[in-house]
T-cell receptor, first 115, second 112 residues
Framework: AQTVTQSQPEMSVQEAETVTLSCTYD???????LFWYKQPPSRQMILVIR??????QNATENRFSVNFQKAAKSFSLKISDSQLGDAAMYFC????????????FGKGTRLHILP | NAGVTQTPKFRILKIGQSMTLQCTQD?????MYWYRQDPGMGLKLIYY???????DKGEVPNGYNVSRSTTEDFPLRLELAAPSQTSVYFC???????????FGPGTRLLVL
C-alpha cells in the first residue's frame, strides 16, 4: 500500500532564508503525481506545487521548488526567501494514476517563520 | 467563479443526530471528493465521484453516505453521528484524474 511520510512535525526558518521540507513515499506504481499543499490558519488547502512522476525535471513555482528523486522515493519542498505569509502547515500528497481512490496525504509539517 | 463552497462552516451535533454537509462547485469539474482531517493528521478520503450519478468509497467511508445528482453538488450525509466523526471536513473538485484539486474552506464538526 502507498504511504507518505513527513518526518519533520515542525520547522522554523528565519525570514528571507531558505528552508527544505522533507517527504518520502512508498509505492510500487510507476505513474503517479506528487503534491505539496499549504494549509494556513484559515484551514483552506492551497496547492503549492505538483510533480508528475514521469517528468525528470523538478517542478518550480516562483519561490517554491521541489527535489524529486524517483528512485529514492523522495519529494522535498524548498522555499526560498521565506516570507511571514509562508507560515502554515505543509502537506505532501501522493495520487495514483491507476486508481481513483488512492490519494494519500502525509501528516504535515508546521512551518514557523521567524521575523 | 466562487470555486468550491461548503456549508455550514461549523456545527455541533449530539450523538445519534443526522446532518448533511453541503458542497457545491461552479467550475464544471467532473471529479469531486470528500475528505476528513483529524487533529495532527493529513486528509483522508471518505468518498469520491467521477461524475453525476457515480460515487465510490475512499479510505474511510463507514458512517457516511453521498450522492451526486448534478455535476455541481456533492452532499455528504452523516446518519448517526458518533464522537469519532468529530473532524474537519473538506470537499474538493478537479477536472479529471490528473487535474489539480481545488478545495473548499472546510466544515468543522463537533459531535458531543
Amino acid at each position: 500500500a502507498q504511504t507518505v511520510t513527513q518526518s519533520q512535525p515542525e520547522m522554523s526558518v528565519q525570514e528571507a532564508e531558505t528552508v527544505t521540507l522533507s517527504c518520502t513515499y512508498d509505492t510500487s506504481e510507476s505513474d503517479y503525481y506528487l503534491f505539496w499543499y499549504k494549509q494556513p490558519p484559515s484551514r483552506q488547502m492551497i496547492l503549492v506545487i505538483r510533480q508528475e512522476a514521469y517528468k525528470q525535471q523538478n517542478a518550480t513555482e516562483n519561490r517554491f521548488s521541489v527535489n524529486f528523486q524517483k528512485a529514492a522515493k523522495s519529494f522535498s519542498l524548498k522555499i526560498s526567501d521565506s516570507q511571514l505569509g509562508d507560515a502554515a502547515m505543509y502537506f505532501c500528497a501522493y495520487r495514483s494514476l491507476n486508481r481513483d481512490d488512492k490519494i494519500i496525504f502525509g501528516k504535515g509539517t508546521r512551518l514557523h517563520i521567524l521575523p | 467563479n466562487a470555486g468550491v463552497t461548503q456549508t455550514p462552516k461549523f456545527r455541533i451535533l449530539k450523538i445519534g443526530q443526522s446532518m448533511t454537509l453541503q458542497c457545491t462547485q461552479d467550475m464544471n469539474h467532473n471529479y469531486m471528493y470528500w475528505y476528513r482531517q483529524d487533529p495532527g493528521m493529513g486528509l483522508k478520503l471518505i468518498y469520491y465521484s467521477v461524475g453525476a450519478g457515480i460515487t465510490d468509497k475512499g479510505e474511510v467511508p463507514n458512517g457516511y453516505n453521498v450522492s451526486r445528482s448534478t455535476t455541481e453538488d456533492f452532499p455528504l450525509r452523516l446518519e448517526l453521528a458518533a464522537p469519532s466523526q468529530t473532524s474537519v471536513y473538506f470537499c474538493a473538485s478537479s477536472y479529471g484524474l490528473t487535474g489539480t484539486q481545488y478545495f473548499g474552506p472546510g466544515t468543522r464538526l463537533l459531535v458531543l
